[in-house]
């Protein structure tokens, strides 16, 4: 995936997101071109060539006259099966121990080797994260594409193909998480975007130890809510 993204393919990525994580299932009807347009600050005809690129991908399909919707084989196009949901705590702590080996090592990498389009790209990803606070469906989204932004920032294609691999599990952990958060009084809305805020600045000031020990608290904060009785409830 190149660096410097359009923003249709921006709009696409993050539709992507939502009908692989499940927000969107197979069968809904996406909302008109205009809203999409307006809840994503870009034209109609970024829109138009965002849905394009996800029907040529066999993921939505155009019903004439009464507007566009999930297509319902979207599960095997996109390889679903092997990612669909991770029902128990033990599975998900799997995958967090993942994240956090990974990701670790990516944000630290992306601090020495990040270019001018990583920190735009970031810094989009960010303003569309303060944008969105308060509209978990949506934040849910940005979260996930901050943290494949920074394996993008790594330069390494191969850490690029292991964050994207997990980006379905990853949305489940991180709405997981999110949920359990903001029900317990934990972490409000505009905490967590202030960590990934903190995130952000340490890549753009090239700060390894202030990047990676953020990454690492966030992550084990992760972890700490899905082993906690609230989720039991």
Known sequence: MGLNRKNYEIVA?????????????????????????????VGRSTVREALSLLKARGMIESVQGDGT???????????????SALASAAELLQLLQVRKIVEVGCIGLATQLRTQENIDELGLVIQQMQHSVGN?????????????????ATQNPLLQQMMESISA?????????????????RESAARLFEEHQHMYQAIVDRDHQTATDTMARHLDKVAAVLQSPERER
């Open 136 to 152: 978990e469906e949506v934040s849910q989204v940005y979260d996930v594409n901050f943290h494949l932004a920074i394996g993008r």
């Open 169 to 185: 599990t990853m949305m489940r952990t991180i709405r997981e998480t999110r949920k359990l958060w903001l029900y317990s009084e």
């Open 13 to 41: 990525d993050e539709l992507m997101q939502m009908i692989d994580s499940g927000i969107i299932k197979p069968g809904n009807k996406l909302e008109p071109i205009e809203s999409l347009a307006r809840q994503y600050r």
């Open 69 to 83: 919707y999930v297509a319902d084989n979207q599960a095997r196009s996109l390889g679903l099966a092997q990612s």
